[in-house]
């Protein structure tokens, strides 16, 4: 059984495909600037380019910017006899296995700290009790023991009576506190 095609459909040519395909040549891009070619065929700077992208993709992300979480309890923080900036000290309820984290400040340049809630829901004013604090450096690098940053092991506590007055958590100064770093 042959097969053949209609009439109106064209045989397929023979030969070398190159030959039957003919293709623009490539238009030669400026020394020194990169080009984006646009919809229209209209080159613009890559700069431009990536700036716009850049632009939109800040515009569309997170409509509405950061907002500002105020802070709750207020104290201060002594590392060694000094104020430090940015210390993050978490508090932590209850002791040993059964602690848990209830809240973080993080120092400003005077050793000051104010508390947030767990994620920066919102401020966390602590009731009357004692509370454990674990501590780590987000700035400068400070070394502190591990057990200071383990809220079943840390030493670091804070007795806490409501009222306006700011706690003070000591910190021994860590490049003189024997234990495991």
């Given amino acids: 059984m042959s097969h053949r095609l209609p009439p109106n459909v064209p045989t397929p040519p023979t030969g070398n495909v190159a030959e039957l395909v003919r293709v623009p040549p490539a238009k030669p891009v400026p020394r020194g600037r990169a080009h984006v070619e646009t919809p229209r065929n209209h080159a ?10 850049l632009l939109t993709a ?27 900036p940015e210390i993050q000290v978490t508090i932590h309820k209850g002791t040993g296995a059964d602690a848990f984290p209830i809240g973080f400040g993080i120092t400003r340049d005077d050793g000051q ?19 454990g604090c674990t501590v780590e450096s987000i700035g400068p690098p400070l070394e502190f023991p591990r057990d200071y940053r383990d809220p079943a092991k840390t030493p670091l506590k804070i007795t806490w009576t409501e ?10 100064d860590p490049a003189k506190t024997k234990g495991r770093r």
């Fill in 163 to 172: 009222g306006d007055q700011p706690f003070q958590l000591d910190i021994p």
């Fill in 44 to 53: 613009i700077p890559a700069r431009l380019a990536t700036a716009t992208l």
């Fill in 58 to 84: 800040l515009l569309t992300s997170g409509c509405g910017g950061e907002t500002s979480v105020a802070g709750g309890t207020r104290g201060v923080v002594i590392v060694g006899g000094t104020a430090l």
């Fill in 113 to 131: 700290i104010e508390l947030l809630a767990t994620e920066a829901t919102g401020p966390l004013w602590l009731p009357s009790g004692e509370y």
